[in-house]
């Protein structure tokens, strides 16, 4: 099953969800602020894609955190920081038991469903 993380106010997150129902994906969706993040999950991701891929570094969530917390951001700086501040996940995630993706949209996003089994 795929599962889709993001944010429902996400433009791009109800886009991706549109797609899915108009095409008859079965999915879930999980809100990263309402629903939370764990730290396992998050480390799954990274595995997948790299903790740099993770990060949203043109939310307006980072650039209200302090210099001090985004100079020599490093994996483990970057995780907690989405654990506290989950906006600062790149969003939308689309995860199956086989892969991860961050950040489909359009033609991507079509492309990884038609790759789905």
Not at 38 to 62: F, K, M
Not at 63 to 77: F, G, H
């Amino acid at each position: 099953m795929l599962t889709v993380y993001g944010l429902r106010s996400c433009d791009t997150c109800r886009e991706a969800l549109k797609y899915l129902e108009e095409h008859g994906v079965p999915h879930a969706f999980h809100d990263v602020r309402a629903d939370g993040l764990d730290i396992e999950t998050l480390e799954r991701w990274a595995d997948h894609v790299g903790w740099e891929t993770l990060l949203n570094r043109r939310s307006l969530t980072w650039r209200k955190l302090p210099e001090v917390d985004r100079r020599d951001i490093n994996k483990a700086k970057a995780l907690s920081a989405m654990i506290d501040y989950p906006t600062l996940v790149k969003r939308p995630i689309f995860e199956t038991a086989d892969s991860v993706a961050v950040g489909l949209s359009g033609d991507r996003l079509a492309d990884y469903v038609a790759g789905l089994p």
